[in-house]
């Protein structure tokens, strides 16, 4: 008898390494066999800290008896799950973000835009950063302040409120409107 082997896409960065997606995935292997491809989107300049994490991460996977590969894809995580998808080679996908609040992925709504994109059934894992040694750490230790002139560049990408020193930009002049 043929056993069925679950194909998962899982794409996360910060959380690549937690003990809730691996929890997450370890459950899904109590249910049958579980295939994960780990892809680990960056953007910045942190790509060391990107292959540390997918490497801790597969290590952890294969620990418990989780058959995984992986890979740091320098792209935002939209295009970095979209390019690595495949429908016929993955059964569904995993997201796994930070907490509502401080993920930037939640803010852009990655889950549901993955399913729109990909047309997927999408699980979405909310999960904490670690640091090196292993335990837990607060966000602003895990993720330091950038210099400001990257600050502003972020918060234009990301859609985070306008700090409140900054100041509003004026609206364009209305036109009258055009003789009938």
Do not use: C
């Not at 082997?5 to 910060?14: E, K, P, S």
């Amino acid at each position: 008898m043929t056993r069925w082997t679950t194909r998962l896409l899982v794409v996360a960065n910060v959380t690549a390494d937690s003990d809730e997606l691996l929890a997450d995935l370890t459950a899904r292997a109590q249910q049958g066999r579980v295939r994960v491809h780990l892809v680990v989107p960056v953007l910045g300049v942190d790509r060391a800290g990107a292959e540390r994490r997918l490497a801790r991460a597969l290590e952890g996977m294969a620990g418990v008896g989780i058959e995984a590969t992986g890979e740091v894809m320098r792209a935002e995580p939209l295009a970095a799950a979209h390019e690595a998808w495949q429908a016929g080679r993955y059964d569904a996908i995993v997201v796994s973000t930070l907490p509502t609040g401080t993920s930037k992925w939640l803010r852009i709504d990655l889950p549901r835009r993955l399913h729109k994109l990909t047309d997927a059934l999408v699980h979405h894992v909310v999960a904490e950063p670690r640091r090196a040694a292993g335990r837990r750490v607060p966000l602003e230790v895990a993720r330091p302040e950038p210099p400001d002139f990257v600050t502003s560049l972020v918060t234009q990408a990301w859609g985070k409120p306008r700090r409140s020193a900054d100041p509003e930009p004026e609206p364009p002049p209305r036109r009258p409107p055009a003789p009938a």
